[in-house]
């Protein structure tokens, strides 16, 4: 059974800092990547990033380009998603999520498998 478990989420002020975590398991694909989205109260899911666990690229929406870094530990088979320079608009709750083959999209609909999710608040 493919599990995806988020951590890390949590009350920060703006300008701060804080570390998601995506913990993955029960599954063996040769080609897959795990993105970061997360939806704010009436809003469309909306990607951050996402990583390649075969080659290790990466992407990220434009609106976190320079303040988030998105990274694997492919033995612990994680993500991990460092998120800087938070502001307020950030607030939402983030999901992982895992799209199996080569590809690597921004577009929550064509991910197989998701998180529960983690909340995370920044204040002005």
């Known amino acids: 059974e493919v599990q995806l478990v988020e951590s890390g ?7 701060g800092s804080l570390r998601l975590s995506c913990a993955a398991s029960g599954f063996t694909f040769d080609y897959y990547a795990i993105g970061w989205f997360r939806q704010a109260p009436g809003m469309e899911r909306e990607g951050v990033a ?28 994680t993500v991990y998603l460092q998120m800087n320079s938070l502001k ?37």
């Not at 996402?50 to 990466?58: A, E, H, Q």
């Not at 983030?94 to 909340?119: A, S």
């Open 9 to 15: 989420g949590g009350l920060v002020q703006a300008g």
């Open 50 to 77: 996402c990583i390649s666990m075969s080659d290790g690229r990466t992407y990220y929406a434009d609106s976190v380009k320079g303040r988030f870094t998105i990274s694997s530990d492919n033995v612990k088979n």
């Open 88 to 124: 307020p608009e950030d607030t939402a709750v983030y999901y992982c999520g895992v799209i199996i083959g080569r590809v690597m999209p921004l577009r929550w609909y064509e991910y197989d498998y998701w998180g529960q999710g983690t909340q995370v608040t920044v204040s002005s």
